[in-house]
C-alpha cells in the first residue's frame, strides 16, 4: 500500500513537471516568432492581419490558446516544421534512431569499462594502477566532450585515417528501425563519436561506483562478511557490489538526461544527423514548431526515465524509505 | 595451555602525522568453554582488542606488537587465506547492531549457506538442512519459511538471532560477541543473553563478551578483564572483582550501577570521561578522574599486578578501601 | 598576525605543502588567474581594437614553427588576431562568466538552503521537490534550450551584447540545488544544537542565528562545492559557446576560441583550435585537482543523493 501511495505521487509529480514542460513550450511558441509570418508574408495589410488572427484564435486569452496547444499535443500533433513543412514530431522521430544508437553506443563502453574499473579502484584503493585510473578520470572529466571529439577526428580521421569523421554511414532498415547498427560501415561510423560521448560519463561513473563501493566496504555487514570467512570474491563481487548497484543505477538512470544534453554536442562536432543536430540547426532557423517539439520531447525522456528509475528503485529496494512517509 | 592467549597486543591507528596507540600491551587468555567478559566505557579499547584477534581492525589501524596465540598457532602471522579458514569456522563474531550486520540485498538462507560452504565440503541442500535446525536452535519462529525472507522484513530481536544462529553455523569454538544486545530493546536484551549463555555452555563453546553492562557480564561470565584507555586496568574472576573491586576505575563503574534496592538513590557518575587517544594524560591514564590521586600517579604508568588471581593496575591498590556489595543486589 | 601564522602552521597547511599535485595546481590556476586578470597589461595586442587588426596576418603559425613571425608569440586566427591576446582575453571571459556563475548559485542556493534548513514546513518542502526536479534535470540541457530559445527571441546581434549576462544567469541559476541541499543539511543537524537554543533564548534574531552560527558550520562544503563548480561552470560556458549559443566570434571566450578555430583544423591550422584547448583543459583540470585535494582534506559532509 505504501509503495501504491508513492507510485501515485510520483506519477502525479511526472505528469506536473510535463505540464510545467509543456508551459514553457507554449509560451515560447507565443512568444518567439510569428505564424501569421510564416502563413502570409510581408505583404498582407494590417486589418487582413487582425481578421486572421482571430480566425486563428491567437487573440483568444491565454488560458484557451493554451488549452488548444495542449489538446493537439496530447494527440501527438506539435504544429507544422517551418523549415520541412512536415510534422514537427514526425521530423524528430525520424532523427531520433540515430541519436539513440549514439546513447547505446557510449553505455555500452561506459558498462563495460567503469564497473570492473570503479570496483577495481574501490578493492585496492592504495594500489598505482587506481591511483592511475583515478588521475586519468579526473583528466577525463576536465576535458569538454567537444574537445575529446574534435581531437579523436584530427588523430583517427586526419592523420591516421582510420575512422570516418563524420555523418552516420550505411543504414538498414530491420523491423521498422533504420539503424546503423546492422551495417559494418554504420557501426565503424558509430566508433568515434560513441567514444568521445563515454568518455565524459565514464570518468564520472568510475568515480561514483569507486566512492559507493568504498562506503560499501566500510559497513558492518561487510565487516560480518569478513568474520564469517568467506572468500573474497564473494565478500566483493556478491556482498559489496550487490549494494553497490543500486545506487549506481539511479544516478545512471538520472544520468541518460545528462548524456542526451551532451549528445548535442557530439553530433555538432561528427555532423551525426540526431535530434541534438536537428536541433541547432532549427534554433538557426527559428524554426519555433521543431523547437518547441524537441524541448517536449527531451522533457518526456527525462521525466519517463527518472520516473521510472525511481520507481523500479523503490520496488527492488523495499528498505529504501519512502518519500513522504514518515518514520 | 589456554586456547586462545592474547600476549603484549599493541594496536595503532596511523593518521597523517601522528599514529594514535589504541592499545598498550594487553595480555589476556581463554581456557576451552571459559567465559571471559571485557568491560569498560567506549573507547577503552575493548572492540580493538576483540576485533583484532581475528585480524578485522577497522582501516587503517593496525596490529603493532604482540602475539594472538589460538591453538599454539600465532593469528597475527597468519596469510589471507589461513585466516580465512579461522573466521567464522573456528572463532566466529557476534556484532553490535544486528540492524546493521546482515546483508540488506541478501536472504537469510544465502548468507547462512555461503558461510558453510566457505568452510566444509558441503551441498547446498546439507548447508540448508543445517541452517534450518540452527534457526531452530536460537528459536526462531517457522524457520523454513525464515530462509527466504529478508533482513528487514524480521524484527531487531529475531535479527540478533540469526546472527547468533550463523556464529554457530560451523561449530566454533570462541564466539567474540561485540555489545550484542545494547542495539536492542531492554526486553529482549535478557531474551538474547539467556539463549547465548544456554547455546555456549550446551556446545562448550568459549565467549567472549565485550559489554559496558556490568550486570551482563557478571550473570554470564566467569572471569572478567576492565580496560580503560587502551589498557587492562583489573582482571580476576568475576565474583571477586565485581564484590571486591580493586581498582579506582571499577570501583567507580560498580558504585555508578543503579541501585534497585534503593529507590530514589543518586547514580554515582564517576566524573569526567575517557581521554582521547591523542590525549592521554602521563602517568596512570586514570589520574584526572582518580578520587585516590596523588603526585605519584603521575609519574608512572602502573603494571597490572597482584598476589592471587585478581590483578590490578593500580599503585594504592593496598591503600584503597575494599568494599563487599552483596548489598548492592549484584 | 597571528591568525596569519596560526594558518600558516596548521595541519591544513602542511597537507598541502606535502602535495606535489595539489601545490602544482594551485600555481597554474594561480598564475593563469593573473594573467587573466591583468591581461590588458599582458597582451602584446587589444583583440577587441579592430583598428590594431591586419586581416593579411591571418593564420599565422606559432614562432616556434618554420612560417612563424616574431610578431606573434603564438601565431594568429583566420581574423589576423594574435593568439596569445586572444587567448589571454578570452579566459578573462571564460573566468569572469565562471566565477560570477558560481557566485551566483552559491548565493541562491545558500539562501534557499538556510530559509529551508530553518523554516522546514511547507516551505522546506517546496523548495526540495524543486531542487529535485531540477537535478534530474540536465544543467547542460536546461542552459541549452534556454540560451536557445533567446537567441532565436533576441536575434543574434542583440543576443551577442547580452551574451555575458545570460551565460551567468543561465549557468548560475541552474546549479542551486547542490548548495541548497548540503547548507539545509547542515542547518538541519545544527538546528537543534544547545548553542543554537542559547542564541535563540538571549533574544537573537533568526536571521542573525542563521548568518552569524548556522552559516559558518556550512563553510567547507561550500568551499568544496564551489571549486568544483566554478570548473564545471567554465566547461558549461565553453560548451555553449562552442554551440554558437555564448560568446560571439568578435568577444571571444575559450569556448567559442575553439569553435571558431575548429574548421581549420582539417587545412592545417592546428594552433587555432590546439592551443586555446590546451589553457582550457589546464584551467580546469588544476581546478578540479584542488577541489578533489580540498575534498579529501576538509572532508565535510557533502549532500548525497
Given at each position: 500500500m505504501?509503495?501504491?501511495?508513492?507510485?501515485?505521487?510520483?506519477?502525479?509529480?511526472?505528469?506536473l513537471?510535463?505540464?510545467?514542460?509543456?508551459?514553457i513550450g507554449f509560451?515560447?511558441?507565443?512568444?518567439?516568432g510569428?505564424?501569421?509570418?510564416?502563413?502570409?508574408?510581408?505583404?498582407?495589410s494590417?486589418?487582413?492581419?487582425q481578421e486572421l488572427?482571430?480566425?486563428?484564435?491567437?487573440n483568444?486569452p491565454?488560458?484557451?490558446?493554451?488549452?488548444?496547444f495542449?489538446?493537439k499535443?496530447?494527440?501527438g500533433?506539435?504544429?507544422?516544421?517551418?523549415?520541412?513543412?512536415?510534422p514537427a514530431?514526425?521530423?524528430?522521430?525520424a532523427?531520433?534512431?540515430?541519436?539513440?544508437?549514439?546513447v547505446?553506443?557510449?553505455?555500452?563502453?561506459?558498462?563495460?569499462?567503469?564497473?570492473?574499473l570503479?570496483?577495481?579502484?574501490?578493492?585496492?584503493p592504495k594500489?598505482?594502477?587506481?591511483?592511475?585510473?583515478?588521475?586519468?578520470?579526473?583528466v577525463?572529466?576536465?576535458?569538454?566532450?567537444?574537445l575529446?571529439a574534435?581531437?579523436?577526428?584530427?588523430?583517427f580521421s586526419?592523420?591516421?585515417?582510420?575512422?570516418?569523421?563524420?555523418?552516420?554511414?550505411?543504414?538498414?532498415?530491420?523491423?521498422?528501425?533504420?539503424?546503423?547498427f546492422?551495417?559494418?560501415?554504420?557501426?565503424?561510423?558509430?566508433?568515434?563519436?560513441?567514444i568521445s560521448l563515454?568518455?565524459?560519463?565514464?570518468p564520472?561513473?568510475?568515480?561514483?561506483?569507486?566512492?559507493?563501493?568504498?562506503?560499501?566496504?566500510q559497513m558492518?555487514?561487510?565487516?560480518?562478511?569478513w568474520?564469517?570467512?568467506?572468500?573474497?570474491?564473494?565478500?566483493w563481487?556478491?556482498h559489496?557490489?550487490?549494494n553497490?548497484?543500486?545506487?549506481?543505477?539511479?544516478?545512471g538512470?538520472?544520468?541518460?538526461?545528462?548524456?542526451?544534453?551532451?549528445?548535442?554536442?557530439?553530433?555538432?562536432?561528427?555532423?551525426?544527423?540526431?535530434?541534438?543536430f536537428?536541433?541547432?540547426?532549427?534554433?538557426n532557423?527559428v524554426?519555433?514548431?521543431?523547437?518547441?517539439?524537441?524541448?517536449i520531447?527531451v522533457?518526456?525522456?527525462?521525466?519517463?526515465?527518472?520516473?521510472?528509475?525511481d520507481?523500479?528503485?523503490?520496488?527492488v529496494n523495499?528498505?529504501?524509505?519512502l518519500?513522504?512517509?514518515?518514520? | 595451555?589456554?586456547?586462545?592467549?592474547v600476549?603484549?597486543?599493541?594496536?595503532?591507528?596511523?593518521?597523517?602525522r601522528?599514529?594514535?596507540?589504541?592499545l598498550?600491551?594487553v595480555?589476556?587468555?581463554?581456557?576451552r568453554?571459559?567465559?571471559?567478559?571485557?568491560?569498560?566505557?567506549?573507547?577503552?579499547g575493548?572492540?580493538?582488542?576483540?576485533?583484532?584477534?581475528?585480524?578485522?581492525?577497522?582501516?587503517p589501524?593496525?596490529?603493532?606488537?604482540?602475539?594472538?596465540?589460538?591453538?599454539?598457532?600465532?593469528?597475527t602471522?597468519l596469510?589471507?587465506?589461513a585466516m580465512?579458514?579461522i573466521?567464522?569456522?573456528?572463532i566466529s563474531?557476534?556484532f553490535?547492531?544486528?540492524?546493521?550486520?546482515?546483508?540488506?540485498?541478501?536472504?537469510?538462507?544465502?548468507?547462512?549457506i555461503?558461510?558453510?560452504?566457505?568452510?566444509?565440503?558441503i551441498?547446498?541442500e546439507?548447508?540448508?538442512?543445517?541452517?534450518?535446525?540452527?534457526?531452530?536452535?536460537v528459536m526462531?519462529p517457522?524457520a523454513?519459511?525464515?530462509?527466504?525472507s529478508?533482513?528487514?522484513?524480521l524484527?531487531?530481536?529475531?535479527?540478533?538471532?540469526?546472527?547468533?544462529?550463523?556464529?554457530?553455523?560451523?561449530?566454533?569454538s570462541?564466539?567474540?560477541?561485540?555489545?550484542?544486545t545494547?542495539?536492542?530493546d531492554?526486553t529482549?536484551?535478557?531474551?538474547?543473553?539467556v539463549?547465548?549463555l544456554?547455546?555456549?555452555k550446551?556446545?562448550?563453546?568459549?565467549?567472549?563478551?565485550?559489554?559496558?553492562?556490568l550486570?551482563?557480564?557478571?550473570?554470564?561470565?566467569e572471569?572478567?578483564?576492565?580496560?580503560?584507555?587502551?589498557?587492562?586496568?583489573?582482571?580476576?574472576?568475576t565474583?571477586?572483582?565485581?564484590?571486591?573491586?580493586?581498582?579506582?576505575?571499577t570501583?567507580?563503574?560498580?558504585?555508578?550501577?543503579?541501585?534497585?534496592n534503593?529507590?530514589?538513590?543518586?547514580?554515582?557518575?564517576?566524573?569526567?570521561?575517557?581521554?582521547?587517544?591523542?590525549?592521554?594524560?602521563?602517568?596512570?591514564?586514570?589520574?584526572p578522574?582518580?578520587?585516590?590521586?596523588?603526585?605519584?600517579?603521575h609519574n608512572?604508568?602502573?603494571?597490572?599486578?597482584?598476589?592471587?588471581?585478581q590483578?590490578?593496575?593500580c599503585?594504592?591498590?593496598?591503600?584503597?578501601?575494599?568494599?563487599?556489595l552483596?548489598e548492592?543486589?549484584? | 598576525?597571528?591568525?596569519f601564522?596560526?594558518?600558516?602552521?596548521?595541519?591544513?597547511?602542511f597537507?598541502?605543502?606535502?602535495?606535489?599535485?595539489?601545490?602544482i595546481?594551485?600555481?597554474?590556476?594561480?598564475?593563469?588567474?593573473?594573467?587573466?586578470?591583468?591581461?590588458?597589461?599582458?597582451?602584446?595586442?587589444?583583440?577587441?581594437?579592430?583598428?590594431?587588426?591586419?586581416?593579411?596576418?591571418?593564420?599565422?603559425?606559432?614562432i616556434?614553427?618554420?612560417?612563424?613571425e616574431?610578431?606573434?608569440l603564438?601565431?594568429?586566427?583566420?581574423q589576423?588576431?594574435?593568439?596569445?591576446?586572444?587567448?589571454?582575453?578570452?579566459?578573462?571571459?571564460?573566468?569572469t562568466?565562471?566565477?560570477?556563475?558560481?557566485?551566483l548559485q552559491?548565493?541562491l542556493?545558500?539562501?534557499?538552503?538556510?530559509?529551508s534548513?530553518?523554516?522546514?514546513?511547507?516551505?522546506?518542502a517546496?523548495?526540495?521537490?524543486?531542487?529535485?526536479?531540477?537535478l534530474?534535470?540536465?544543467?547542460?540541457m536546461?542552459?541549452?534550450?534556454?540560451?536557445?530559445?533567446?537567441?532565436?527571441?533576441?536575434?543574434?546581434?542583440l543576443?551577442?551584447?547580452?551574451?555575458?549576462?545570460?551565460?551567468?544567469l543561465?549557468i548560475?541559476?541552474?546549479?542551486?540545488p547542490?548548495?541548497?541541499?548540503?547548507?539545509?543539511?547542515?542547518?538541519?543537524?545544527e538546528k537543534?544544537?544547545?548553542?543554537?537554543?542559547?542564541?535563540?533564548?538571549?533574544?537573537?534574531?533568526?536571521?542573525?542565528?542563521?548568518?552569524?552560527?548556522i552559516?559558518?558550520?556550512?563553510l567547507?562544503?561550500?568551499?568544496?562545492?564551489s571549486?568544483?563548480?566554478?570548473?564545471?561552470a567554465?566547461?558549461?560556458?565553453?560548451?555553449?559557446?562552442?554551440?554558437?549559443l555564448?560568446?560571439p566570434?568578435?568577444?571571444?571566450?575559450?569556448?567559442?576560441l575553439?569553435?571558431?578555430?575548429f574548421?581549420?583544423?582539417?587545412?592545417?591550422?592546428?594552433?587555432?583550435?590546439?592551443?586555446?584547448?590546451?589553457?582550457?583543459?589546464?584551467?580546469?583540470?588544476?581546478?578540479?585537482?584542488?577541489?578533489?585535494?580540498?575534498r579529501d582534506?576538509?572532508?565535510?559532509?557533502?549532500?548525497?543523493?
Amino acid at each position: 500500500m505504501d509503495y501504491f501511495y508513492f507510485a501515485v505521487r510520483r506519477l502525479l509529480q511526472a505528469l506536473l513537471v510535463m505540464f510545467v514542460i509543456s508551459l514553457i513550450g507554449f509560451s515560447i511558441q507565443d512568444n518567439l516568432g510569428d505564424p501569421l509570418r510564416e502563413l502570409v508574408g510581408q505583404s498582407v495589410s494590417e486589418a487582413q492581419r487582425q481578421e486572421l488572427r482571430d480566425r486563428m484564435g491567437l487573440n483568444d486569452p491565454f488560458l484557451v490558446q493554451y488549452g488548444r496547444f495542449l489538446a493537439k499535443a496530447v494527440q501527438g500533433d506539435l504544429g507544422q516544421s517551418y523549415f520541412f513543412k512536415k510534422p514537427a514530431l514526425e521530423v524528430i522521430a525520424a532523427k531520433f534512431p540515430a541519436t539513440l544508437e549514439l546513447v547505446i553506443g557510449a553505455t555500452l563502453i561506459i558498462i563495460t569499462f567503469a564497473v570492473p574499473l570503479g570496483v577495481f579502484c574501490a578493492i585496492r584503493p592504495k594500489s598505482w594502477f587506481s591511483k592511475f585510473v583515478m588521475g586519468f578520470s579526473i583528466v577525463g572529466i576536465s576535458v569538454p566532450v567537444f574537445l575529446t571529439a574534435i581531437f579523436s577526428i584530427y588523430l583517427f580521421s586526419v592523420e591516421l585515417g582510420w575512422m570516418p569523421s563524420f555523418g552516420r554511414g550505411e543504414t538498414r532498415n530491420i523491423l521498422g528501425w533504420q539503424s546503423g547498427f546492422f551495417t559494418v560501415d554504420g557501426l565503424v561510423h558509430l566508433i568515434l563519436p560513441s567514444i568521445s560521448l563515454a568518455s565524459i560519463m565514464m570518468p564520472l561513473f568510475i568515480r561514483l561506483i569507486r566512492s559507493e563501493m568504498m562506503e560499501i566496504l566500510q559497513m558492518d555487514y561487510i565487516r560480518f562478511a569478513w568474520a564469517k570467512g568467506l572468500y573474497s570474491k564473494r565478500v566483493w563481487f556478491l556482498h559489496a557490489f550487490k549494494n553497490t548497484l543500486l545506487p549506481v543505477i539511479t544516478v545512471g538512470g538520472v544520468q541518460v538526461g545528462t548524456m542526451l544534453a551532451y549528445t548535442i554536442l557530439t553530433e555538432s562536432v561528427f555532423q551525426w544527423p540526431g535530434m541534438g543536430f536537428l536541433f541547432l540547426e532549427a534554433v538557426n532557423r527559428v524554426d519555433t514548431p521543431l523547437i518547441i517539439a524537441y524541448i517536449i520531447v527531451v522533457g518526456l525522456i527525462f521525466v519517463v526515465t527518472n520516473t521510472v528509475v525511481d520507481l523500479v528503485y523503490t520496488w527492488v529496494n523495499p528498505t529504501v524509505k519512502l518519500v513522504g512517509q514518515k518514520s | 595451555m589456554a586456547l586462545l592467549e592474547v600476549k603484549g597486543l599493541e594496536v595503532e591507528f596511523p593518521l597523517g602525522r601522528k599514529t594514535l596507540q589504541a592499545l598498550h600491551g594487553v595480555d589476556f587468555s581463554l581456557d576451552r568453554g571459559e567465559r571471559l567478559g571485557i568491560v569498560g566505557e567506549s573507547g577503552a579499547g575493548k572492540s580493538v582488542a576483540a576485533f583484532s584477534i581475528l585480524n578485522l581492525i577497522s582501516r587503517p589501524g593496525r596490529i603493532s606488537e604482540g602475539e594472538v596465540l589460538f591453538d599454539g598457532t600465532d593469528l597475527t602471522r597468519l596469510d589471507d587465506a589461513a585466516m580465512r579458514e579461522i573466521r567464522g569456522n573456528k572463532i566466529s563474531m557476534i556484532f553490535q547492531d544486528p540492524m546493521m550486520t546482515l546483508n540488506p540485498v541478501l536472504t537469510i538462507g544465502t548468507q547462512m549457506i555461503e558461510c558453510l560452504q566457505a568452510h566444509r565440503e558441503i551441498s547446498k541442500e546439507d548447508a540448508r538442512k543445517i541452517s534450518i535446525d540452527k534457526l531452530k536452535e536460537v528459536m526462531i519462529p517457522s524457520a523454513e519459511n525464515r530462509m527466504e525472507s529478508y533482513p528487514h522484513e524480521l524484527s531487531g530481536g529475531m535479527r540478533q538471532r540469526v546472527v547468533i544462529a550463523i556464529a554457530l553455523l560451523t561449530d566454533p569454538s570462541i564466539i567474540i560477541a561485540d555489545e550484542p544486545t545494547t542495539a536492542l530493546d531492554v526486553t529482549i536484551q535478557a531474551e538474547i543473553m539467556v539463549l547465548m549463555l544456554a547455546l555456549c555452555k550446551n556446545n562448550n563453546v568459549g565467549l567472549i563478551l565485550i559489554t559496558h553492562d556490568l550486570a551482563v557480564v557478571s550473570q554470564v561470565t566467569e572471569r572478567i578483564m576492565v580496560m580503560y584507555a587502551g589498557r587492562v586496568v583489573e582482571q580476576g574472576p568475576t565474583r571477586e572483582v565485581i564484590q571486591n573491586p580493586g581498582h579506582p576505575y571499577t570501583r567507580g563503574l560498580i558504585k555508578a550501577l543503579p541501585q534497585e534496592n534503593i529507590p530514589g538513590a543518586r547514580l554515582n557518575q564517576i566524573p569526567g570521561s575517557m581521554p582521547s587517544l591523542d590525549a592521554i594524560p602521563a602517568g596512570c591514564a586514570f589520574n584526572p578522574r582518580c578520587e585516590f590521586v596523588d603526585l605519584e600517579c603521575h609519574n608512572a604508568i602502573p603494571p597490572l599486578c597482584g598476589e592471587g588471581e585478581q590483578k590490578i593496575a593500580c599503585i594504592h591498590r593496598d591503600r584503597i578501601p575494599r568494599f563487599n556489595l552483596s548489598e548492592k543486589g549484584i | 598576525m597571528s591568525a596569519f601564522t596560526t594558518f600558516f602552521q596548521s595541519d591544513f597547511v602542511f597537507r598541502f605543502k606535502r602535495d606535489k599535485v595539489a601545490v602544482i595546481s594551485l600555481i597554474v590556476v594561480v598564475v593563469l588567474v593573473l594573467s587573466a586578470l591583468f591581461a590588458p597589461l599582458i597582451a602584446p595586442t587589444n583583440p577587441y581594437d579592430l583598428t590594431t587588426i591586419d586581416i593579411m596576418d591571418s593564420e599565422i603559425p606559432p614562432i616556434w614553427t618554420e612560417e612563424g613571425e616574431d610578431r606573434f608569440l603564438l601565431g594568429t586566427d583566420p581574423q589576423g588576431r594574435d593568439m596569445l591576446s586572444t587567448i589571454l582575453y578570452g579566459m578573462r571571459i571564460s573566468l569572469t562568466i565562471g566565477f560570477f556563475a558560481v557566485l551566483l548559485q552559491a548565493f541562491l542556493g545558500v539562501s534557499i538552503g538556510l530559509l529551508s534548513g530553518y523554516i522546514g514546513g511547507r516551505v522546506d518542502a517546496f523548495f526540495m521537490r524543486l531542487a529535485d526536479i531540477q537535478l534530474s534535470l540536465s544543467t547542460l540541457m536546461v542552459a541549452i534550450i534556454a540560451l536557445a530559445v533567446f537567441q532565436a527571441g533576441f536575434g543574434a546581434e542583440l543576443y551577442s551584447d547580452l551574451a555575458i549576462i545570460m551565460l551567468v544567469l543561465v549557468i548560475g541559476i541552474a546549479e542551486w540545488p547542490q548548495y541548497a541541499r548540503t547548507v539545509r543539511a547542515s542547518v538541519l543537524a545544527e538546528k537543534h544544537k544547545e548553542y543554537v537554543d542559547a542564541a535563540r533564548v538571549i533574544g537573537m534574531s533568526r536571521r542573525r542565528i542563521m548568518v552569524r552560527h548556522i552559516l559558518p558550520n556550512t563553510l567547507s562544503p561550500i568551499l568544496v562545492i564551489s571549486t568544483i563548480q566554478v570548473a564545471n561552470a567554465i566547461i558549461s560556458e565553453a560548451a555553449l559557446s562552442f554551440l554558437g549559443l555564448g560568446m560571439p566570434v568578435n568577444k571571444p571566450s575559450l569556448g567559442s576560441l575553439i569553435s571558431s578555430g575548429f574548421e581549420f583544423i582539417f587545412s592545417g591550422s592546428w594552433w587555432i583550435t590546439v592551443i586555446p584547448s590546451i589553457v582550457l583543459v589546464a584551467l580546469i583540470l588544476s581546478i578540479n585537482l584542488l577541489g578533489d585535494w580540498l575534498r579529501d582534506v576538509l572532508n565535510p559532509k557533502l549532500y548525497k543523493d
